[in-house]
């Protein structure tokens, strides 16, 4: 059982950074694939980036390639969001997610764990 805690997010203006944070229980945080989702009102959640257990492979979603980076801290259970350049389109609720399998780490209905979300809101 891994449980997920995301404090942060926020509002930011156009153009401005933000760096979200999610920790994790438990002891066997190196053994899952995290991922960032993000659901913005009316719309499906969707997959931002996710991270191989190790921190040695990381994904994104073609909308945020080369704005957002992904990373984590295995020995602090903790995965990082570190957003720039942020749009007023990025605004939704984003939510890390804790995968036993990266084969397919762009489905959310492949992770088996998830945080409760936290708010980014980006103003134009």
């Known amino acids: 059982q891994v449980q997920l805690v995301e404090p942060g997010g926020g509002l930011v203006q156009a153009g401005g950074s933000l760096k979200l944070s999610c920790a994790a229980s438990g002891r066997t945080f190196s053994s899952y694939f995290m991922g960032w989702f993000r659901q913005a009102p009316g719309k499906e959640r969707e997959f931002v980036a996710a991270?191989?257990?190790?921190?040695?492979?990381?994904y994104y979603a073609d909308s945020v390639k080369g704005r957002f980076t992904i990373s984590r801290d295995n020995a602090k259970n903790t995965v990082y969001l570190q957003m720039t350049s942020l749009k007023p389109e990025d605004t939704a609720v984003y939510y890390c997610?804790?995968?036993?399998?990266?084969?397919?780490?762009?489905?959310?209905?492949?992770?088996?764990?998830w945080g409760q979300g936290t708010q980014v809101t980006v103003s134009s």
């Open positions: 997610a804790a995968a036993s399998s990266g084969s397919y780490y762009y489905v959310k209905e492949e992770y088996d764990y």
């Open positions: 991270v191989s257990w190790t921190g040695g492979n990381t």
